[in-house]
């Protein structure tokens, strides 16, 4: 017979994050995409200006890119401008990025001690 508390912990198994669950960040409009790094919030009606981050749609790929006035610059540098324009649709406004603090490694295991 063991004496003593039994701990709190037995049976927890921690929650992924529920984005929906979180006050303030979705929106009836808003749509979450996964990322290499994350996650990006979107606003599907939000009206970019200059400077903002969109989701696009262009060549057959989706790709971030930055709104400088009647022209996109992608993450690689490229700028779509004039009648390229035509071919882009954008998907949404990106109004926040979710950055994983930890990464997998080949063997797809978490590092205990992620290095910032």
Not at 21 to 43: F, K, Q, R
């Amino acid at each position: 017979m063991t004496m003593g508390l039994q701990s709190p912990a037995i049976g927890y198994a921690e929650k992924s994050i529920d984005l929906n669950a979180v006050p303030g960040t979705m929106y009836d409009d808003s749509i979450v995409v996964e990322t290499s790094d994350g996650y990006a919030l979107l606003s599907k009606s939000g009206k970019p200006k200059r400077g903002d981050t969109v989701l696009i749609q262009f060549c057959g790929g989706t790709q971030f890119a930055k709104v400088y006035g009647e022209s996109l610059i992608t993450e690689d540098g490229e700028a779509i401008e004039g009648d390229a324009l035509d071919e882009v649709d954008v998907l949404g406004l990106v109004t926040q990025f979710i950055n994983r603090v930890i990464d997998g490694n080949e063997d797809g295991a978490f590092d205990d001690v992620p290095v910032m």
